[in-house]
């Protein structure tokens, strides 16, 4: 079992930036891989962004790259998203997510690659 506690979201302005964070226990960390995902009403929750266990390996959803930046603290349990020039459209809740422990090695970036998932954070960019 694992659980998570994502941190971090709420209400910016257009070309704002937020920083959130997910905080995970319950097991070994630093030997899975971890995503984040987001989701509007009504929507199915999309890829984000993922990390490899290492923190060496990442991928990002073309609708981000180049505006967010995944990394993870192994030491402190903890994954990040900074999320930079951002958009009305990034309106969404936000999720992080452990995946499955075949992924040893490598980046997923499938929604059912994923095993656990934390409440969500909100995060609204105002026009």
């Known amino acids: 079992q694992v659980q998570l506690v994502e941190s971090g979201g709420g209400l910016v302005q257009t070309g704002g930036s937020l920083r959130l964070s997910c905080a995970a226990s319950?097991?070994?960390?630093?030997?899975?891989?971890m995503g984040w995902f987001r989701q509007i009403p009504g929507k199915e929750r999309e890829f984000v962004a993922a990390i490899d266990t290492r923190g060496r390996s990442t991928n990002y959803a073309d609708s981000v790259k180049g505006r967010f930046t995944i990394s993870r603290d192994n030491a402190k349990n903890t994954v990040y998203l900074q999320m930079t020039s951002l958009k009305p459209e990034d309106t969404a809740v936000y999720y992080c997510?452990?995946?499955?422990?075949?992924?040893?090695?490598?980046?997923?970036?499938?929604?059912?690659?994923?095993?656990?998932w934390g409440q969500g954070t909100q995060v609204t960019v105002s026009s």
């Open positions: 319950g097991r070994t960390f630093s030997t899975y891989a």
């Open positions: 997510a452990v995946a499955s422990p075949r992924w040893l090695i490598g980046v997923p970036t499938e929604l059912g690659e994923y095993d656990y």
